[in-house]
C-alpha cells in the first residue's frame, strides 16, 4: 500500500483567512514533505520532515506553518496568503532516507486558491 | 547548484510506438533516480526507480542509467493513448540523512491513436 491521503481536495481562502491542509500517510514512513506546484513547473520542495522533526525548511515564507503532530500526519496552516500562493499542494513521504530509501510517494494534493 | 535537464517537449509518438524520454543531472554525487508521471491536474505517480548502471525493466517501462554520462532515460514501449502525460525525471542526492530530489521541469508525451 503506496497511499497517501490529503484533504481537503480543493479549499478557496481570502487572504484575510486562516486554514489548514492535512496529509496522513499508514505506510510506515519517517519522512514526509510539503510541496508545491504551479502549473506547467515541476514540484518545488517547501518543508522536510524526518522522525517528527523538521529538518528543511526551503526559505518558506511564515505564512506557511507546517506542523507533524505525529508520524503519520502532517499539516501546513495557512494563513494571510496572497493570490500568488494559490497553486497544487502535494505532500509525500518516503520510508527511511537514512536507511537509503528514497523513493516518495505523493498524494492527490489539495489544489488552493486565494482570493 | 544541482540542475536536472529534461527536453519540454511534446514529444508525440503514434500508438504502438517507442518513447524514449531522456535526462540529464549535474551533480556527480547523485545517486538514485527516479521517473514520475502526472496527468494533467493529478499528483505525480513514482513509475520506474533506478539505483545503479544498466538498465531496469518493469512492464513496458525501462529505466536506463549511466553515471559516467550523468545520463537516465526512460523507454515506453507499445506506447498507448493513456501514457499521454508530463514525466517528470527527478534525482536524489545525499543531504546528511535527509532525501531531497530534484526534479526536471518535464517532458510532455503525447501518444496518438
Known amino acids: 500500500d503506496t497511499e497517501v491521503t490529503q484533504t481537503p481536495k480543493h479549499l478557496v481562502m481570502g487572504m484575510t483567512n486562516k486554514k489548514s491542509l492535512k496529509c496522513e500517510q499508514h505506510?510506515?514512513?519517517?519522512?514526509m514533505y510539503w510541496y508545491k506546484q504551479k502549473a506547467k513547473k515541476p514540484p518545488e520542495l517547501m518543508f522536510v520532515y524526518s522522525y517528527e522533526k523538521l529538518s528543511i525548511n526551503e526559505s518558506v515564507p511564515s505564512r506557511f506553518s507546517p506542523e507533524c503532530p505525529n508520524s503519520s500526519l502532517l499539516n501546513l496552516h495557512l494563513h494571510a496568503l496572497q493570490p500568488e500562493d494559490s497553486a497544487l499542494y502535494l505532500c509525500a513521504s518516503s520510508q527511511d532516507p537514512r536507511q537509503g530509501a528514497f523513493e516518495q510517494y505523493f498524494g492527490p494534493g489539495t489544489r488552493l486558491t486565494v482570493t | 547548484q544541482k540542475e536536472v535537464e529534461q527536453n519540454s517537449g511534446p514529444l508525440s509518438v503514434p500508438e504502438g510506438a517507442i518513447a524514449s524520454l531522456n535526462c540529464t543531472y549535474s551533480?556527480?554525487?547523485?545517486?538514485?533516480f527516479f521517473w514520475y508521471r502526472q496527468y494533467s491536474g493529478k499528483s505525480p505517480e513514482l513509475i520506474m526507480s533506478?539505483?545503479?548502471?544498466g538498465d531496469k525493466e518493469d512492464g513496458r517501462f525501462t529505466a536506463q542509467l549511466n553515471k559516467a554520462s550523468q545520463y537516465v532515460s526512460l523507454l515506453i514501449r507499445d506506447s498507448q493513448p493513456s501514457d499521454s502525460a508530463t514525466y517528470l525525471c527527478?534525482?536524489?542526492?545525499?543531504?546528511?540523512?535527509?532525501?531531497?530530489?530534484?526534479f526536471g521541469k518535464g517532458t510532455m508525451l503525447l501518444v496518438s491513436p
Open positions: 527527478a534525482v536524489n542526492s545525499p543531504n546528511s540523512g535527509y532525501s531531497t530530489l530534484t
Open positions: 505506510m510506515g514512513h519517517r519522512a
Open positions: 533506478i539505483y545503479s548502471n
Open positions: 551533480d556527480r554525487g547523485s545517486q538514485s
